[in-house]
């Protein structure tokens, strides 16, 4: 690690359980996992060759903010361990501080539990050629960025590292987990975003899509896990410029993405190289979110 960034961990402490597009988890236990968020950026389900410095430090302060914020609405992987207590040694404490979680081991659920107020990518692409999103019809005339008539429950499959999110039917997520956990994870799912739009909408941000990913603990309990309405699982929109029949100027990765689309790249590995304004662009735009969310 340096002041480039943090691409790979590599902790000599804990060994290696899975390493994904963004993070890096290391068993400590039977029941717990560190996961480091590293650097690295994913567009189109593809790791890039670069960085965004920082990045990782970033993600894992607002994820923490938004466990913390969503305590009372559905319980939490976290776990109290003690960073230092675990890695004592200084490098491995130095790839992990401030951007890293020690979380319970969950048994996780085949679901990316998908919420969208706002008509924005693929389910713009669908609305245009189909005048659904993921199979729920809505009214005609809607037009790129507009606010939704009702918040939408989109759930998609969990892929495989390198393979691409499919949309799926509720009936599908019923036949998957049983109608009791599919109708909790849609209500809670609802529920988060809702509550975190209303939060960012006061801030000047608005939330128009965000996933979630939730596990069952010992007791067999809805928990929610990974990362939250962070910038790489959300897209953020600058609310005063906000308006119908264009993309918004974004706070999270949609500046990457905008980019890659002017190359002739086919989005498959490897990644194209990202330039220096990208990264400095895209960097300034996470913290600036970031910084207006947490701000008391």
């Keep these: 690690m ?11 402490s804990l060994p290696l359980h899975y390493r994904g597009k963004v993070r890096d988890i290391y068993k400590i236990d039977e029941q717990h996992w560190l996961i480091i968020a590293s650097d690295r950026v994913s567009a189109f389900d593809v790791i890039l060759p670069n960085v965004i410095p920082g990045k990782g430090k970033l993600l894992t302060q607002l994820a923490l903010f938004w466990f913390d914020h969503m305590a009372d609405v559905v319980p939490n992987h ?24 020690i979380v319970k081991t969950l048994k996780p659920l085949p679901v990316e539990a998908v919420v969208r107020g ?10 245009q050629s189909s005048g659904a999103v993921c199979g729920i019809t809505l009214p005609g005339g809607l037009q790129q960025a507009d606010k939704l008539p009702q918040v939408l429950f989109t759930p998609s499959t969990k892929a495989a590292l390198g393979d691409h ?6 009936d599908q997520v019923i ?7 599919a109708e909790q994870i849609k209500a809670v799912s609802m529920e988060l975003y ?8 006061k801030r000047g941000i608005i939330i128009a899509d965000t ?33 119908p029949g264009s993309s918004p100027a974004s706070f999270d990765k949609q500046y990457v993405r905008d980019y890659l689309e002017t190359l002739t790249w086919d989005k498959t590995e490897p990644g194209p190289e990202l330039p220096e304004t990208v990264i400095d662009g895209s960097r300034a735009r996470y913290q600036e979110a970031i910084d207006r969310l947490t701000s008391a």
């Design 211 to 243: 996933k979630f990913e939730f596990g069952l603990n010992e007791a067999g309990e809805l928990t929610l896990m990974d990362e939250i309405l962070t910038p790489d699982s959300s897209r953020f929109w600058e609310a005063s410029t906000w308006q």
């Design 175 to 181: 036949e998957s987990v049983g109608k009791p956990m």
């Design 194 to 201: 809702n509550k975190a739009a209303c939060f960012a909408a």
């Design 78 to 101: 976290l776990s109290d361990l003690s960073l230092q207590e675990l890695l004592p040694n200084q490098d491995d404490y130095a790839q992990a501080e401030g951007r890293s979680m």
């Design 165 to 170: 999110d499919e949309n799926i039917s509720f």
């Design 118 to 127: 706002y008509l924005i990518g693929s389910g713009w692409k669908d609305y």
């Design 2 to 12: 340096n002041s480039a960034g943090l691409h790979t961990s590599n902790l000599t």
